[in-house]
C-alpha cells in the first residue's frame, strides 16, 4: 500500500514548525548587546571559564617511526576573568585555534607558548591555560621477525599563563606494557598468571626536552615485564612470554622502577607513576601511585639510544634489543 504525504512544508507544519516572526533586534554586530563584556559587581572571580573537547587535526613530531605524523587532539582552552566582568566570549578561543589550525599546528613547546600569549592578548585576560590530549603513534617491530606494526599512547600537555607573564608547562604519557605476577610465579609449579598494564607518567619540568614523549615511554616499557606489540609471530610470542616470565613485575614494583628512571632525568623536577593492572584471574584492577618532587639535582646519566624496548632487561637471559633511530 503505497502513502499519500503531505508536502515537505506541510510536514514541517505538522511537527511544530512556524512561519519567521518579526525581527526587531539589530543585526549588525556593532549595534548588538554584549552581555559578556558588561561591567558591575559580580560578586567573584571565576578560576577559569573556556571550551573544552574541542576536536581539531594537528601535527606531531616524533624521534622514532614515524617521525612526523597528522593526529586528531582533544583541547581544553579557559581563562580567568575577575568578578567586574560579567564572562567571556566563546568564540575567541574557537577564532584562535582555528587561526593556528589553518597554519598548521603542531604539538611542541614553543607553539603552544606562542599560542597561549595570543590566546591571552584576544581575550584580554592574563591567565590562561591550554590542555590538549592526542594519540601519539610509534612503530614497534617483532623481537624475532622484525615485522612492524603501529602502536600508541596517550600524551597530554598543559600550558599555564599567570599574570606575570610566565609560562609553565607540564607533560603526560600514558601507555600500556604487559606484568607477570610475581607471586604467581612463586607459587605456581608452571606458569604465572600476566595482564596489560597502564603506566601513566605526569611529570613538572624544567623545560620539555625534546625527544620527552620517547624519553617517558622507555622509562615505562624497559622497567615492565615485556612490551605490548602489534603484530607477533610465533617466533616473536616465544621470546615475549619468556621475558615476561623472567621480569616479574608487580604494580608496586613499577612505579618504583619507572620513578627511579624519573629521578635521574636532569629536565624532571618532580613527578607522578601510576600504574593500573587489567588483571586476568580477577573482576578487579590492581593500581599503585607514587609521587616524588625532587629537592636537590642529581646527575644525568648518558640514555643510549639504540636498546628502546627492553623486553628484556639486565635480568634477562635473552640478550637482544630493539633498533630505534632519534
Given at each position: 500500500?503505497?502513502?499519500?504525504?503531505?508536502?515537505?512544508?506541510?510536514?514541517?507544519?505538522?511537527?511544530?514548525?512556524?512561519?519567521?516572526?518579526e525581527?526587531?533586534?539589530?543585526?549588525?554586530?556593532?549595534?548588538?548587546?554584549?552581555?559578556?563584556?558588561?561591567?558591575?559587581?559580580?560578586?567573584?572571580?571565576?578560576?577559569s571559564?573556556?571550551?573544552?573537547?574541542?576536536?581539531?587535526?594537528?601535527?606531531?613530531?616524533?624521534?622514532?617511526?614515524?617521525?612526523?605524523?597528522?593526529?586528531?587532539?582533544?583541547?581544553?582552552?579557559?581563562s580567568?576573568?575577575?568578578?567586574?566582568?560579567?564572562?567571556?566570549?566563546?568564540?575567541?578561543?574557537?577564532?584562535?585555534?582555528?587561526?593556528?589550525?589553518?597554519?598548521?599546528?603542531?604539538?611542541?613547546?614553543?607553539q603552544?607558548?606562542?599560542?597561549?600569549?595570543?590566546?591571552?592578548?584576544?581575550l584580554?585576560?592574563?591567565?590562561?591555560?591550554?590542555?590538549?590530549?592526542?594519540?601519539?603513534?610509534?612503530?614497534r617491530?617483532g623481537?624475532?621477525?622484525?615485522?612492524?606494526?603501529?602502536?600508541?599512547?596517550?600524551?597530554?600537555?598543559?600550558v599555564?599563563?599567570?599574570?606575570?607573564?610566565?609560562?609553565k608547562?607540564?607533560?603526560?604519557?600514558?601507555?600500556?606494557?604487559?606484568?607477570?605476577?610475581?607471586?604467581?610465579?612463586?607459587i605456581?609449579?608452571?606458569?604465572?598468571?600476566?595482564?596489560?598494564?597502564?603506566?601513566?607518567?605526569?611529570?613538572?619540568?624544567?623545560?620539555?626536552?625534546e625527544?620527552?614523549?620517547?624519553?617517558?615511554?622507555?622509562?615505562?616499557?624497559?622497567?615492565?615485564?615485556?612490551?605490548?606489540?602489534p603484530?607477533?609471530?610465533?617466533?616473536?610470542?616465544?621470546?615475549?612470554?619468556?621475558?615476561?616470565?623472567?621480569?616479574?613485575?608487580?604494580v608496586?614494583?613499577?612505579?618504583?622502577?619507572?620513578?627511579?628512571?624519573?629521578?635521574?632525568?636532569?629536565?624532571?623536577?618532580?613527578?607522578?607513576?601510576?600504574?593500573?593492572?587489567?588483571?586476568?584471574?580477577?573482576?578487579?584492577?590492581?593500581?599503585?601511585?607514587?609521587?616524588?618532587?625532587?629537592?636537590?639535582?642529581?646527575?644525568?646519566?648518558?640514555?643510549?639510544?639504540?636498546?628502546?624496548?627492553?623486553?628484556?632487561?639486565?635480568?634477562?637471559?635473552?640478550?637482544?634489543?630493539?633498533?630505534?633511530?632519534f
Amino acid at each position: 500500500m503505497n502513502l499519500k504525504l503531505p508536502s515537505k512544508q506541510e510536514r514541517h507544519k505538522l511537527f511544530g514548525s512556524v512561519q519567521p516572526g518579526e525581527k526587531l533586534k539589530p543585526a549588525i554586530k556593532d549595534e548588538m548587546v554584549d552581555l559578556q563584556s558588561q561591567k558591575n559587581d559580580f560578586l567573584f572571580n571565576i578560576d577559569s571559564v573556556g571550551i573544552s573537547n574541542v576536536k581539531i587535526p594537528v601535527t606531531i613530531n616524533s624521534f622514532i617511526e614515524p617521525v612526523k605524523q597528522g593526529t586528531i587532539a582533544a583541547f581544553t582552552l579557559t581563562s580567568s576573568i575577575p568578578g567586574n566582568q560579567k564572562g567571556t566570549n566563546m568564540s575567541r578561543f574557537i577564532e584562535q585555534l582555528e587561526e593556528y589550525r589553518l597554519r598548521g599546528f603542531t604539538m611542541e613547546q614553543e607553539q603552544l607558548y606562542q599560542f597561549v600569549s595570543d590566546l591571552s592578548a584576544r581575550l584580554g585576560q592574563k591567565n590562561v591555560r591550554v590542555e590538549v590530549e592526542f594519540p601519539w603513534f610509534y612503530e614497534r617491530k617483532g623481537p624475532s621477525s622484525e615485522l612492524s606494526g603501529l602502536n600508541h599512547a596517550t600524551v597530554r600537555m598543559t600550558v599555564q599563563q599567570d599574570s606575570d607573564k610566565n609560562y609553565k608547562i607540564s607533560g603526560e604519557l600514558s601507555c600500556a606494557v604487559t606484568t607477570l605476577c610475581p607471586c604467581s610465579k612463586e607459587i605456581s609449579e608452571y606458569s604465572a598468571h600476566n595482564q596489560r598494564g597502564i603506566v601513566k607518567i605526569s611529570v613538572d619540568p624544567t623545560v620539555l626536552s625534546e625527544d620527552w614523549k620517547e624519553q617517558l615511554l622507555y622509562a615505562a616499557e624497559s622497567n615492565a615485564s615485556a612490551c605490548i606489540h602489534p603484530l607477533l609471530k610465533r617466533t616473536d610470542e616465544k621470546i615475549v612470554t619468556e621475558t615476561a616470565y623472567e621480569n616479574p613485575r608487580f604494580v608496586e614494583d613499577m612505579v618504583r622502577l619507572v620513578a627511579a628512571d624519573l629521578y635521574e632525568k636532569e629536565w624532571i623536577n618532580g613527578f607522578t607513576v601510576e600504574c593500573r593492572n587489567e588483571e586476568s584471574i580477577h573482576l578487579h584492577d590492581a593500581i599503585a601511585t607514587l609521587t616524588y618532587k625532587k629537592k636537590i639535582k642529581v646527575e644525568q646519566p648518558d640514555i643510549k639510544k639504540s636498546g628502546w624496548c627492553h623486553l628484556v632487561n639486565k635480568f634477562s637471559a635473552i640478550d637482544f634489543f630493539y633498533e630505534i633511530f632519534f
